[in-house]
Protein backbone atom coordinates (compact mmCIF):
# COMPACT_ATOMS: atom_id res chain seq x y z
CA UNK A 1 0.00 0.00 0.00
CA UNK A 2 1.76 3.55 -0.57
CA UNK A 3 1.60 5.90 2.37
CA UNK A 4 0.47 9.11 2.07
CA UNK A 5 0.26 12.23 4.46
CA UNK A 6 -3.29 11.11 5.18
CA UNK A 7 -2.91 7.54 5.81
CA UNK A 8 0.02 8.40 8.12
CA UNK A 9 -2.36 10.67 10.24
CA UNK A 10 -5.22 8.34 10.51
CA UNK A 11 -3.02 5.90 11.57
CA UNK A 12 -1.32 8.23 14.25
CA UNK A 13 -5.22 8.80 15.42
CA UNK A 14 -5.86 5.63 15.60
CA UNK A 15 -2.93 3.87 17.60
CA UNK A 16 -2.69 7.10 20.00
CA UNK A 17 -6.47 6.36 21.17
CA UNK A 18 -5.32 2.86 21.63
CA UNK A 19 -2.73 3.54 23.71
CA UNK A 20 -5.01 6.02 25.59
CA UNK A 21 -7.64 3.35 26.02
CA UNK A 22 -5.19 0.40 27.27
CA UNK A 23 -2.66 1.57 29.61
CA UNK A 24 -1.27 -1.99 29.23
CA UNK A 25 -0.34 -1.49 25.61
CA UNK A 26 3.92 -1.73 25.22
CA UNK A 27 5.34 1.62 24.25
CA UNK A 28 9.13 2.29 22.53
CA UNK A 29 10.37 5.58 21.96
CA UNK A 30 12.03 3.47 18.78
CA UNK A 31 8.64 3.32 17.07
CA UNK A 32 7.99 6.78 14.86
CA UNK A 33 4.34 7.69 14.46
CA UNK A 34 2.51 10.86 13.83
CA UNK A 35 4.84 12.13 11.32
CA UNK A 36 4.31 13.13 7.48
CA UNK A 37 6.32 10.50 5.37
CA UNK A 38 9.15 12.43 3.36
CA UNK A 39 7.95 14.08 0.49
CA UNK A 40 10.42 12.98 -2.21
CA UNK A 41 10.29 11.14 -5.29
CA UNK A 42 7.29 12.72 -6.35
CA UNK A 43 6.33 15.04 -9.18
CA UNK A 44 6.63 18.99 -8.69
CA UNK A 45 5.02 20.09 -11.86
CA UNK A 46 2.04 17.78 -11.33
CA UNK A 47 1.23 18.15 -8.18
CA UNK A 48 1.43 21.98 -9.01
CA UNK A 49 -2.05 22.94 -9.77
CA UNK A 50 -1.16 26.83 -10.02
CA UNK A 51 1.52 26.62 -12.22
CA UNK A 52 -0.51 24.35 -14.49
CA UNK A 53 -3.10 26.23 -14.86
CA UNK A 54 -1.14 29.42 -15.35
CA UNK A 55 0.91 27.60 -17.72
CA UNK A 56 -2.40 26.78 -19.95
CA UNK A 57 -3.06 29.80 -20.04
CA UNK A 58 0.24 31.43 -21.22
CA UNK A 59 2.00 29.33 -23.16
CA UNK A 60 -1.09 25.89 -23.99
CA UNK A 61 1.92 24.67 -26.30
CA UNK A 62 3.98 24.78 -23.92
CA UNK A 63 5.81 21.05 -23.69
CA UNK A 64 4.53 19.18 -20.92
CA UNK A 65 6.43 15.78 -21.49
CA UNK A 66 9.26 17.98 -20.73
CA UNK A 67 8.19 19.78 -17.78
CA UNK A 68 6.96 16.53 -16.50
CA UNK A 69 10.41 14.91 -16.66
CA UNK A 70 11.46 17.97 -15.17
CA UNK A 71 9.03 17.77 -12.30
CA UNK A 72 9.96 14.19 -11.67
CA UNK A 73 13.90 15.03 -11.42
CA UNK A 74 13.40 17.95 -9.06
CA UNK A 75 11.21 15.93 -7.09
CA UNK A 76 13.48 13.01 -6.95
CA UNK A 77 15.03 12.17 -3.59
CA UNK A 78 18.52 11.90 -5.41
CA UNK A 79 17.89 15.16 -6.47
CA UNK A 80 16.73 16.63 -3.27
CA UNK A 81 19.64 15.29 -1.83
CA UNK A 82 22.12 16.83 -3.78
CA UNK A 83 20.26 20.19 -2.88
CA UNK A 84 21.15 19.54 0.38
CA UNK A 85 24.49 18.71 -0.32
CA UNK A 86 25.12 21.27 -2.39
CA UNK A 87 24.43 24.05 0.68
CA UNK A 88 25.90 21.93 3.32
CA UNK A 89 29.04 21.77 1.43
CA UNK A 90 29.23 24.98 0.03
CA UNK A 91 31.78 26.50 -2.59
CA UNK A 92 35.08 27.24 -1.00
CA UNK A 93 38.34 29.42 -2.82
CA UNK A 94 41.53 28.21 -3.23
CA UNK A 95 43.70 31.61 -4.41
CA UNK A 96 46.79 29.55 -5.23
CA UNK A 97 48.31 25.85 -6.00
CA UNK A 98 50.47 24.47 -3.80
CA UNK A 99 53.79 25.77 -5.40
CA UNK A 100 52.43 29.65 -4.68
CA UNK A 101 50.77 30.27 -7.98
CA UNK A 102 47.62 32.31 -8.29
CA UNK A 103 44.79 30.54 -9.32
CA UNK A 104 41.71 31.90 -7.68
CA UNK A 105 40.05 28.92 -7.94
CA UNK A 106 36.18 27.66 -6.68
CA UNK A 107 35.88 24.41 -5.95
CA UNK A 108 32.13 23.32 -5.42
CA UNK A 109 31.00 19.60 -4.46
CA UNK A 110 30.02 17.65 -6.71
CA UNK A 111 26.00 18.05 -6.11
CA UNK A 112 26.28 21.88 -7.14
CA UNK A 113 27.84 20.79 -10.72
CA UNK A 114 24.89 17.86 -10.92
CA UNK A 115 22.68 19.98 -10.24
CA UNK A 116 23.57 23.41 -12.33
CA UNK A 117 24.16 20.63 -15.07
CA UNK A 118 20.85 19.56 -15.30
CA UNK A 119 19.35 22.79 -15.45
CA UNK A 120 21.56 23.93 -18.70
CA UNK A 121 20.91 20.87 -19.99
CA UNK A 122 17.33 21.75 -19.52
CA UNK A 123 17.77 24.67 -21.13
CA UNK A 124 16.66 27.19 -17.97
CA UNK A 125 18.93 29.53 -19.16
CA UNK A 126 18.26 29.57 -22.89
CA UNK A 127 14.90 28.52 -23.99
CA UNK A 128 13.80 31.66 -24.91
CA UNK A 129 16.37 32.39 -27.18
CA UNK A 130 16.50 28.93 -28.60
CA UNK A 131 13.30 28.71 -29.41
CA UNK A 132 11.67 32.36 -30.08
CA UNK A 133 8.06 32.35 -30.09
CA UNK A 134 4.81 32.54 -28.56
CA UNK A 135 4.74 31.22 -24.91
CA UNK A 136 9.15 30.98 -25.24
CA UNK A 137 10.12 32.97 -22.23
CA UNK A 138 6.99 31.41 -20.36
CA UNK A 139 8.07 27.71 -21.42
CA UNK A 140 11.78 29.07 -19.90
CA UNK A 141 9.92 30.77 -16.97
CA UNK A 142 8.75 27.46 -15.40
CA UNK A 143 11.95 25.15 -16.21
CA UNK A 144 13.67 27.97 -14.30
CA UNK A 145 10.77 28.14 -11.55
CA UNK A 146 10.90 23.95 -11.01
CA UNK A 147 14.40 23.63 -10.87
CA UNK A 148 15.29 26.62 -8.66
CA UNK A 149 12.47 25.58 -5.76
CA UNK A 150 14.36 22.83 -4.61
CA UNK A 151 18.01 24.46 -5.29
CA UNK A 152 17.65 28.40 -5.74
CA UNK A 153 21.52 28.83 -5.01
CA UNK A 154 22.53 27.62 -8.67
CA UNK A 155 19.88 29.65 -10.26
CA UNK A 156 22.10 32.37 -10.15
CA UNK A 157 24.54 31.82 -12.58
CA UNK A 158 21.50 30.44 -14.88
CA UNK A 159 19.76 33.64 -14.65
CA UNK A 160 23.06 36.04 -15.59
CA UNK A 161 23.63 33.49 -18.45
CA UNK A 162 19.44 33.66 -19.99
CA UNK A 163 20.10 37.78 -18.98
CA UNK A 164 23.07 39.11 -20.75
CA UNK A 165 21.63 37.55 -24.27
CA UNK A 166 20.23 41.08 -25.00
CA UNK A 167 23.43 43.13 -23.89
CA UNK A 168 25.77 40.98 -25.90
CA UNK A 169 23.96 41.90 -29.30
CA UNK A 170 25.12 45.46 -28.36
CA UNK A 171 28.05 44.26 -30.71
CA UNK A 172 27.76 42.05 -33.37
CA UNK A 173 31.26 40.66 -32.96
CA UNK A 174 31.26 40.10 -29.20
CA UNK A 175 27.71 38.53 -29.82
CA UNK A 176 28.62 35.84 -32.23
CA UNK A 177 31.48 34.48 -30.71
CA UNK A 178 29.29 34.68 -27.04
CA UNK A 179 26.23 34.14 -27.70
CA UNK A 180 26.05 30.27 -29.44
CA UNK A 181 28.06 29.64 -26.46
CA UNK A 182 25.69 30.99 -23.77
CA UNK A 183 22.90 30.00 -25.03
CA UNK A 184 23.39 26.40 -25.86
CA UNK A 185 22.35 23.12 -23.75
CA UNK A 186 24.94 21.86 -21.51
CA UNK A 187 27.65 22.53 -18.47
CA UNK A 188 31.31 22.28 -18.83
CA UNK A 189 33.20 23.88 -15.40
CA UNK A 190 36.60 23.59 -17.15
CA UNK A 191 38.57 26.72 -16.77
CA UNK A 192 39.73 26.70 -20.56
CA UNK A 193 40.17 28.84 -23.66
CA UNK A 194 36.45 30.15 -24.52
CA UNK A 195 36.90 29.19 -28.05
CA UNK A 196 37.08 25.20 -27.30
CA UNK A 197 34.25 25.26 -25.10
CA UNK A 198 30.68 24.78 -26.70
CA UNK A 199 29.15 26.02 -23.68
CA UNK A 200 29.74 29.25 -20.95
CA UNK A 201 28.08 30.86 -18.58
CA UNK A 202 28.25 34.01 -17.46
CA UNK A 203 28.01 36.61 -14.02
CA UNK A 204 28.22 40.45 -13.49
CA UNK A 205 30.49 42.69 -11.42
CA UNK A 206 28.57 45.94 -11.29
CA UNK A 207 28.41 47.38 -7.28
CA UNK A 208 31.40 48.85 -5.65
CA UNK A 209 32.04 49.75 -2.02
CA UNK A 210 31.64 53.36 -2.46
CA UNK A 211 28.86 53.03 -4.65
CA UNK A 212 26.09 49.98 -4.16
CA UNK A 213 23.25 50.83 -6.60
CA UNK A 214 25.03 53.99 -7.32
CA UNK A 215 26.75 52.53 -10.40
CA UNK A 216 27.84 55.96 -11.43
CA UNK A 217 29.79 56.19 -8.52
CA UNK A 218 31.86 53.34 -9.82
CA UNK A 219 35.84 53.93 -9.37
CA UNK A 220 36.86 51.02 -11.46
CA UNK A 221 37.80 52.61 -14.83
CA UNK A 222 39.71 51.23 -18.08
CA UNK A 223 42.07 51.99 -20.82
CA UNK A 224 42.59 51.32 -24.17
CA UNK A 225 45.03 48.55 -24.98
CA UNK A 226 44.61 47.64 -28.84
CA UNK A 227 41.70 45.78 -29.59
CA UNK A 228 40.78 45.71 -25.82
CA UNK A 229 40.89 48.12 -22.55
CA UNK A 230 42.62 47.32 -19.43
CA UNK A 231 40.37 47.62 -16.22
CA UNK A 232 41.77 48.20 -12.98
CA UNK A 233 39.42 48.84 -9.81
CA UNK A 234 37.53 46.42 -6.94
CA UNK A 235 34.56 44.99 -7.04
CA UNK A 236 32.54 44.76 -4.24
CA UNK A 237 30.31 42.17 -5.33
CA UNK A 238 30.96 39.63 -8.46
CA UNK A 239 28.22 36.89 -8.56
CA UNK A 240 29.38 33.65 -9.84
CA UNK A 241 32.89 34.45 -9.99
CA UNK A 242 33.68 30.51 -11.45
CA UNK A 243 31.65 31.49 -14.55
CA UNK A 244 33.56 31.97 -18.12
CA UNK A 245 33.21 35.58 -18.49
CA UNK A 246 31.45 39.18 -16.54
CA UNK A 247 29.64 41.53 -18.32
CA UNK A 248 31.76 44.65 -15.84
CA UNK A 249 30.86 48.30 -15.44
CA UNK A 250 33.95 50.87 -15.83
CA UNK A 251 34.43 54.61 -16.06
CA UNK A 252 36.07 55.67 -19.26
CA UNK A 253 36.78 59.24 -20.21
CA UNK A 254 32.61 59.74 -21.82
CA UNK A 255 31.00 58.00 -18.29
CA UNK A 256 30.50 54.44 -17.10
CA UNK A 257 30.52 51.68 -19.65
CA UNK A 258 30.55 47.96 -20.33
CA UNK A 259 32.63 45.37 -20.87
CA UNK A 260 32.83 41.84 -21.79
CA UNK A 261 35.40 40.49 -19.40
CA UNK A 262 36.62 36.48 -19.85
CA UNK A 263 37.96 34.42 -17.16
CA UNK A 264 40.11 32.74 -19.16
CA UNK A 265 41.69 34.82 -22.25
CA UNK A 266 42.61 33.39 -25.68
CA UNK A 267 45.45 31.56 -26.04
CA UNK A 268 44.61 30.03 -22.64
CA UNK A 269 45.97 31.96 -19.82
CA UNK A 270 44.28 33.52 -16.99
CA UNK A 271 42.72 37.11 -16.84
CA UNK A 272 43.76 38.61 -13.93
CA UNK A 273 40.37 38.32 -11.97
CA UNK A 274 41.77 37.95 -8.39
CA UNK A 275 39.16 36.51 -6.06
CA UNK A 276 39.55 38.35 -2.44
CA UNK A 277 37.12 36.23 -0.88
CA UNK A 278 33.89 34.42 -0.69
CA UNK A 279 31.24 36.40 0.62
CA UNK A 280 29.85 34.70 3.77
CA UNK A 281 25.66 35.21 2.99
CA UNK A 282 23.11 34.72 5.40
CA UNK A 283 21.48 32.62 2.73
CA UNK A 284 21.93 31.51 -0.77
CA UNK A 285 25.07 29.01 0.43
CA UNK A 286 25.58 26.92 -2.42
CA UNK A 287 26.21 30.54 -4.68
CA UNK A 288 29.40 32.21 -4.52
CA UNK A 289 29.24 35.58 -4.68
CA UNK A 290 32.74 37.17 -3.78
CA UNK A 291 35.02 40.56 -4.12
CA UNK A 292 37.47 40.75 -6.74
CA UNK A 293 40.12 43.08 -8.33
CA UNK A 294 41.06 43.80 -11.64
CA UNK A 295 44.68 44.61 -12.44
CA UNK A 296 44.92 45.62 -15.59
CA UNK A 297 41.93 43.08 -16.36
CA UNK A 298 41.55 42.83 -20.39
CA UNK A 299 38.13 43.29 -20.83
CA UNK A 300 36.20 44.32 -24.39
CA UNK A 301 33.75 46.93 -24.62
CA UNK A 302 30.55 46.34 -25.20
CA UNK A 303 27.98 48.91 -26.95
CA UNK A 304 28.82 52.65 -27.15
CA UNK A 305 31.35 54.71 -24.66
CA UNK A 306 29.74 55.72 -21.22
CA UNK A 307 26.79 54.40 -22.17
CA UNK A 308 27.71 51.10 -19.13
CA UNK A 309 23.98 51.72 -17.82
CA UNK A 310 22.29 51.44 -20.73
CA UNK A 311 24.07 48.74 -22.27
CA UNK A 312 23.35 46.57 -19.15
CA UNK A 313 19.93 47.65 -18.38
CA UNK A 314 17.77 44.60 -20.56
CA UNK A 315 20.16 42.39 -18.61
CA UNK A 316 18.93 44.11 -15.53
CA UNK A 317 15.40 43.70 -16.40
CA UNK A 318 15.95 39.87 -17.51
CA UNK A 319 17.41 39.25 -13.94
CA UNK A 320 14.83 41.25 -12.17
CA UNK A 321 11.86 38.97 -13.97
CA UNK A 322 13.99 36.02 -12.64
CA UNK A 323 13.89 37.52 -8.77
CA UNK A 324 10.41 37.39 -9.19
CA UNK A 325 10.44 33.44 -10.43
CA UNK A 326 12.53 32.62 -7.90
CA UNK A 327 10.58 34.38 -5.24
CA UNK A 328 7.35 32.55 -6.94
CA UNK A 329 9.17 29.11 -6.64
CA UNK A 330 10.10 29.59 -3.79
CA UNK A 331 6.90 30.49 -2.12
CA UNK A 332 5.54 27.25 -3.93
CA UNK A 333 8.46 24.55 -1.87
CA UNK A 334 6.92 26.86 1.10
CA UNK A 335 3.20 25.70 0.80
CA UNK A 336 3.87 22.74 -0.78
CA UNK A 337 5.53 21.42 2.45
CA UNK A 338 3.21 22.82 4.89
CA UNK A 339 0.63 21.33 3.23
CA UNK A 340 2.25 18.21 3.20
CA UNK A 341 2.96 18.18 6.71
CA UNK A 342 -0.61 19.45 8.31
CA UNK A 343 -1.89 16.21 6.23
CA UNK A 344 0.61 13.88 7.44
CA UNK A 345 0.27 15.19 10.83
CA UNK A 346 -2.25 14.48 14.19
CA UNK A 347 -3.42 16.73 16.91
CA UNK A 348 -6.17 17.03 19.26
CA UNK A 349 -7.53 14.29 17.70
CA UNK A 350 -7.79 14.81 13.90
CA UNK A 351 -5.41 16.00 11.00
CA UNK A 352 -3.71 19.55 11.25
CA UNK A 353 -5.16 20.00 7.52
CA UNK A 354 -8.55 19.18 9.10
CA UNK A 355 -8.37 21.87 11.76
CA UNK A 356 -10.09 24.99 10.57
CA UNK A 357 -7.43 27.61 11.65
CA UNK A 358 -4.87 25.55 10.10
CA UNK A 359 -6.89 25.22 6.80
CA UNK A 360 -7.29 29.31 6.59
CA UNK A 361 -3.17 30.03 6.63
CA UNK A 362 -2.87 26.71 4.26
CA UNK A 363 -5.42 28.55 2.43
CA UNK A 364 -3.55 31.91 2.51
CA UNK A 365 -0.16 30.93 1.84
CA UNK A 366 -1.69 29.23 -1.17
CA UNK A 367 -3.49 32.56 -2.05
CA UNK A 368 -0.14 34.29 -2.00
CA UNK A 369 1.53 31.10 -3.93
CA UNK A 370 -0.94 31.94 -6.70
CA UNK A 371 -0.93 35.58 -7.23
CA UNK A 372 2.93 35.19 -7.61
CA UNK A 373 2.61 32.26 -9.63
CA UNK A 374 -0.07 33.82 -11.88
CA UNK A 375 2.49 37.03 -12.25
CA UNK A 376 5.50 35.50 -12.95
CA UNK A 377 4.31 33.55 -15.64
CA UNK A 378 2.38 37.15 -17.27
CA UNK A 379 5.30 39.27 -16.43
CA UNK A 380 7.38 36.27 -18.69
CA UNK A 381 4.64 36.46 -21.44
CA UNK A 382 4.70 40.14 -21.98
CA UNK A 383 8.71 38.90 -23.06
CA UNK A 384 7.57 37.23 -25.49
CA UNK A 385 5.58 39.77 -26.94
CA UNK A 386 7.67 42.19 -29.34
CA UNK A 387 4.91 45.38 -29.31
CA UNK A 388 5.37 48.73 -28.13
CA UNK A 389 2.32 48.35 -26.00
CA UNK A 390 4.18 45.27 -24.11
CA UNK A 391 7.63 47.23 -23.47
CA UNK A 392 5.51 50.01 -22.15
CA UNK A 393 3.91 47.47 -19.45
CA UNK A 394 7.09 45.39 -18.27
CA UNK A 395 8.79 48.49 -18.29
CA UNK A 396 6.86 49.31 -15.01
CA UNK A 397 4.93 45.86 -14.20
CA UNK A 398 8.43 43.98 -13.73
CA UNK A 399 9.63 46.56 -11.29
CA UNK A 400 6.64 46.77 -8.94
CA UNK A 401 6.13 42.76 -9.49
CA UNK A 402 9.50 42.29 -7.99
CA UNK A 403 9.40 44.73 -5.60
CA UNK A 404 6.32 43.13 -3.88
CA UNK A 405 6.65 39.49 -4.68
CA UNK A 406 10.01 39.45 -3.45
CA UNK A 407 9.16 41.40 -0.16
CA UNK A 408 6.45 38.95 0.28
CA UNK A 409 8.37 35.61 0.24
CA UNK A 410 10.35 36.06 3.43
CA UNK A 411 7.04 36.35 5.87
CA UNK A 412 5.67 33.77 3.17
CA UNK A 413 8.37 31.19 3.94
CA UNK A 414 8.43 32.35 7.80
CA UNK A 415 4.16 31.03 8.13
CA UNK A 416 5.18 28.10 6.05
CA UNK A 417 7.94 27.18 8.45
CA UNK A 418 5.47 27.74 11.95
CA UNK A 419 3.43 25.48 10.25
CA UNK A 420 5.95 22.97 10.14
CA UNK A 421 6.50 23.31 14.25
CA UNK A 422 9.61 22.41 15.88
CA UNK A 423 10.63 20.49 12.28
CA UNK A 424 10.54 23.59 10.45
CA UNK A 425 13.22 24.89 12.53
CA UNK A 426 15.98 22.72 11.65
CA UNK A 427 17.64 22.03 9.02
CA UNK A 428 16.56 18.56 8.57
CA UNK A 429 13.69 20.02 6.86
CA UNK A 430 14.11 22.37 3.39
CA UNK A 431 11.78 25.37 5.11
CA UNK A 432 14.49 26.79 7.29
CA UNK A 433 17.06 26.99 4.18
CA UNK A 434 14.28 28.52 2.59
CA UNK A 435 13.50 30.75 5.08
CA UNK A 436 17.24 32.17 4.94
CA UNK A 437 17.15 32.21 0.79
CA UNK A 438 13.91 34.54 0.25
CA UNK A 439 15.75 37.92 1.25
CA UNK A 440 17.86 37.44 -1.40
CA UNK A 441 15.81 37.96 -4.31
CA UNK A 442 14.64 41.29 -2.67
CA UNK A 443 17.96 42.41 -2.76
CA UNK A 444 19.48 41.25 -5.47
CA UNK A 445 19.20 43.63 -8.28
CA UNK A 446 18.07 46.79 -6.46
CA UNK A 447 16.70 46.50 -2.76
CA UNK A 448 13.31 47.99 -2.13
CA UNK A 449 13.77 51.83 -1.71
CA UNK A 450 16.02 51.14 -5.13
CA UNK A 451 13.19 49.78 -7.21
CA UNK A 452 10.54 52.36 -6.00
CA UNK A 453 12.80 55.08 -7.17
CA UNK A 454 13.16 53.64 -10.43
CA UNK A 455 9.19 53.07 -10.44
CA UNK A 456 8.88 57.25 -9.80
CA UNK A 457 11.21 57.93 -12.24
CA UNK A 458 9.05 55.65 -14.23
CA UNK A 459 6.37 57.48 -13.69
CA UNK A 460 7.95 60.95 -14.43
CA UNK A 461 9.85 59.94 -17.61
CA UNK A 462 7.70 57.67 -19.45
CA UNK A 463 4.13 58.57 -18.96
CA UNK A 464 3.48 55.98 -21.73
CA UNK A 465 4.21 52.69 -19.28
CA UNK A 466 2.34 55.01 -17.03
CA UNK A 467 -0.98 54.97 -18.90
CA UNK A 468 -0.34 51.24 -20.42
CA UNK A 469 -0.20 49.82 -16.67
CA UNK A 470 -3.44 52.08 -15.04
CA UNK A 471 -4.96 50.92 -18.89
CA UNK A 472 -4.29 47.34 -18.19
CA UNK A 473 -5.78 47.52 -14.52
CA UNK A 474 -8.88 48.89 -15.79
CA UNK A 475 -9.76 45.74 -17.01
CA UNK A 476 -10.59 44.49 -13.44
CA UNK A 477 -13.27 47.02 -12.97
CA UNK A 478 -16.28 45.56 -12.27
CA UNK A 479 -15.26 42.48 -11.07
CA UNK A 480 -15.04 42.62 -7.50
CA UNK A 481 -16.09 45.60 -5.37
CA UNK A 482 -13.06 46.00 -2.85
CA UNK A 483 -10.91 45.84 -6.39
CA UNK A 484 -12.91 48.96 -8.08
CA UNK A 485 -12.61 50.84 -4.22
CA UNK A 486 -9.23 50.38 -4.39
CA UNK A 487 -8.53 51.13 -7.92
CA UNK A 488 -10.14 54.30 -7.59
CA UNK A 489 -7.59 55.32 -4.79
CA UNK A 490 -4.60 54.23 -7.03
CA UNK A 491 -5.88 56.60 -9.72
CA UNK A 492 -5.76 59.48 -7.55
CA UNK A 493 -2.52 58.75 -6.08
CA UNK A 494 -0.98 58.25 -9.06
CA UNK A 495 -2.23 61.79 -10.87
CA UNK A 496 -1.11 63.25 -7.33
CA UNK A 497 2.46 61.24 -7.57
CA UNK A 498 2.83 62.53 -11.67
CA UNK A 499 1.90 65.99 -10.83
CA UNK A 500 4.26 66.16 -7.76
CA UNK A 501 6.89 64.77 -10.42
CA UNK A 502 6.00 67.65 -12.55
CA UNK A 503 5.90 70.32 -10.37
CA UNK A 504 9.68 70.68 -9.84
CA UNK A 505 8.60 71.39 -6.16
CA UNK A 506 11.95 69.75 -4.10
CA UNK A 507 9.54 69.55 -1.10
CA UNK A 508 6.75 67.82 -2.90
CA UNK A 509 8.92 65.38 -4.43
CA UNK A 510 10.71 64.43 -1.23
CA UNK A 511 6.98 63.55 0.30
CA UNK A 512 6.35 61.84 -3.01
CA UNK A 513 9.29 59.79 -2.23
CA UNK A 514 8.11 59.22 1.42
CA UNK A 515 4.72 57.91 0.26
CA UNK A 516 6.54 55.91 -2.56
CA UNK A 517 6.22 52.51 -0.64
CA UNK A 518 2.70 52.77 -0.36
CA UNK A 519 2.12 53.69 -4.01
CA UNK A 520 3.89 51.23 -4.80
CA UNK A 521 2.46 48.66 -2.97
CA UNK A 522 -0.86 49.75 -4.22
CA UNK A 523 -0.21 48.96 -7.65
CA UNK A 524 0.87 46.07 -6.94
CA UNK A 525 -1.84 44.63 -5.37
CA UNK A 526 -4.17 45.88 -8.12
CA UNK A 527 -1.61 44.18 -10.69
CA UNK A 528 -1.57 41.00 -9.00
CA UNK A 529 -5.40 41.01 -8.78
CA UNK A 530 -6.13 42.02 -12.40
CA UNK A 531 -3.64 39.44 -13.59
CA UNK A 532 -5.70 36.99 -11.13
CA UNK A 533 -9.14 38.28 -12.77
CA UNK A 534 -7.64 37.25 -16.58
CA UNK A 535 -6.25 33.81 -16.16
CA UNK A 536 -6.77 32.49 -12.84
CA UNK A 537 -10.43 30.37 -11.66
CA UNK A 538 -12.54 32.84 -10.09
CA UNK A 539 -12.33 31.75 -6.73
CA UNK A 540 -9.08 32.58 -6.58
CA UNK A 541 -9.49 35.85 -8.27
CA UNK A 542 -12.17 36.87 -5.89
CA UNK A 543 -10.76 35.23 -2.88
CA UNK A 544 -7.55 37.38 -3.01
CA UNK A 545 -9.44 40.59 -3.83
CA UNK A 546 -11.22 40.34 -0.69
CA UNK A 547 -8.01 39.20 1.62
CA UNK A 548 -5.97 41.64 -0.24
CA UNK A 549 -7.78 44.79 -1.17
CA UNK A 550 -10.72 44.56 1.36
CA UNK A 551 -11.01 46.53 4.63
CA UNK A 552 -11.61 43.63 6.40
CA UNK A 553 -8.13 42.20 5.31
CA UNK A 554 -5.69 40.57 7.81
CA UNK A 555 -2.27 41.48 9.03
CA UNK A 556 -1.36 37.76 9.15
CA UNK A 557 -1.34 34.83 6.96
CA UNK A 558 -4.47 33.05 8.29
CA UNK A 559 -6.66 36.44 9.40
CA UNK A 560 -9.16 36.26 6.49
CA UNK A 561 -11.90 37.91 5.69
CA UNK A 562 -15.01 36.55 4.60
CA UNK A 563 -15.32 35.71 0.86
CA UNK A 564 -12.27 33.58 0.76
CA UNK A 565 -12.99 30.08 -0.70
CA UNK A 566 -10.81 28.31 2.05
CA UNK A 567 -11.81 24.54 0.25
CA UNK A 568 -10.93 25.45 -2.90
CA UNK A 569 -7.32 27.08 -2.04
CA UNK A 570 -6.56 24.07 0.46
CA UNK A 571 -7.23 21.79 -2.24
CA UNK A 572 -5.10 23.16 -4.78
CA UNK A 573 -2.29 23.09 -2.13
Known amino acids: MTTTPDST ?7 SAASASDPTTPRTTHTVFNQAPPRRDINEFTLNTALRDALAHYAPGASRDELERIGALVGSADFINDARLANVHGPMLRTHDDWGNRIDEIEFHPAYHR ?29 FMLLSQIEPGHACPVSMTHAVVPSLHADSALADFWVPRATAAGFDPRRIDPANKSAV ?26 DHYLITGHKWFCSAPQSDAFLVIAQLDEGPSCFVVPRVLPGG ?24 EFDATEGWLLGQPGKGVRTIIEMVAQTRLDCVLGSAAGMRQCVAEAAWHARGRAAFGATLIDQPLMRAVIADLQLETEAATYTALHLAAA ?12 RLATAVGKYWICKRGPEHAYESLECLGGNGYTESFPLARRYREQPVMAVWEGSGNVIVLDVLRALAREPRSAKTFLGFLETGLGKHADFDAAYESLARSLQDAVQDLDSGDAAAQAALQTRGRVLVEKMALLMQAAILFESAPAEVASSFAAARLGADRGREYGALPDGVDIDFLVARA
Open 201 to 226: TFGMAMTEKQGGSDIRANTTFAVPSG
Open 115 to 143: IIGDALDAEAHSYAWTHPGPGANVERAVR
Open 383 to 394: YDDDSAEAADFR
Open 269 to 292: DLNSVRIQRLKDKLGNKSNASSEV
Open 9 to 15: AKAAVTR
